[in-house]
Structures are given as structure tokens and as C-alpha cells.
């Protein structure tokens, strides 16, 4: 079995090797290609023949049209950001407002009984628009039963039995969330 592991350690080790060899020739034979362009180009701005010259000059312009190609790119991309950044701040005033109107009026009908005075932010689940209820969990579980049911939900099974029940009312709770959803008017959860 050791034999095996070393085997495979060094297969592994020399298949690792032998890539990074390969991309070093690879990038070896990209350099030495750019290198014999430059040349080229150079010595032929340096010696212009008439055929020469005609293509440096190719070649600046089509450099010159990739650099506007390239400029007009990097402006329709800061348009874009610039566009994407303005809508979230939109979608996010108009769900702040909508929040804000929410709390407002869950705490109208609490205040509508009470002094002028008193018309703060009511604490708790309304404010918030999530009630914040326990899921029921029978007093008399046991450690096992607890565990077996954060099996289920796919959850450690370690810790104190007020450890295993907290995490398996969270748990609960999580699950009621995904598969439900809130009724802000009604203020329940369907």
C-alpha cells in the first residue's frame, strides 16, 4: 500500500513537472516569436523599402484604429458602470421607501389608541415586519430524537442539548423562511 502511495506521489510529481516544462518552452518560443517580429520591424523602419514603408504605415494605422476601437470601448464600459450604479440606487430608495412606509403603517394602528406622544416605532416583529416566534419543540425530547431530527436537516449533532435544540429552532425556522412567504398586509406567513 505504502509502495502504491509512493508510486502515485511520484507519477503525480513528475506529471506536475513535465506541465510546468511545457509551459516554460511554450512561453520560451512566444518570446523568441515577438522578438523576430520587433526585428523585423525595426529593420525594416530602419532600411524603408518602398514595400516596407507601405506596411509600417498598415500597421500604424491599423494600431491607430485599435486604440480609438479600444478608447470608445473603455467609455461605453464607465457609461454602463455609471448606468448600472443609478439603477441600484434606484431600486434602492424605492425599497428603502417602501420599508419605511411599511413601518409606518404598523405603527399607526399601535399608536392610534395611545397619546400623540407616544407615536415612536413600536419594538419588535412589527417593526421589523418579521415576527420573530419560535418554532414549537416538545419539552421532552430527547438528545437522540434531537439529533436524529438535525440529521435531517443535514446539521452537526455535537454539543449541549440546549446547543442541538437552538440549532434545530434555527434550523426550522430557515426552512420556514425558504418555503414560505410574508404577507406584509395580513402581517402572517403563507
Known sequence: ????????????????LQAELAQQLAELDEF????????E?????AAPALGASSDVAALQAALEAERARNAALEE???????????NLQKVSSFWIAKLEE???QAVLPAAAGAAPAAAAPAAGPVADLVPVEKEFL?????????????L???LSTIGLKSELRTRLEGAMAHARH???????VALTWN
Do not use: H, P
Open 76 to 86: 461605453q464600459l464607465a457609461k454602463t458602470a455609471a448606468d448600472a450604479e443609478l
Open 138 to 150: 416538545e419539552e421532552s425530547l430527547t438528545v437522540r430524537e434531537l439529533r436524529a431530527r438535525l
Open 178 to 184: 425558504q418555503y414560505k412567504s410574508w404577507d406584509s
Open 41 to 45: 520591424v525595426t529593420a525594416g523602419a
Open 102 to 104: 411599511a413601518k409606518a
Open 32 to 39: 523568441e516569436a515577438r522578438e523576430r517580429a520587433l526585428q
Open 1 to 16: 500500500m505504502l509502495q502504491a502511495m509512493s508510486d502515485s506521489f511520484w507519477k503525480q510529481k513528475r506529471a506536475r
Open 152 to 154: 435531517s436537516y443535514g
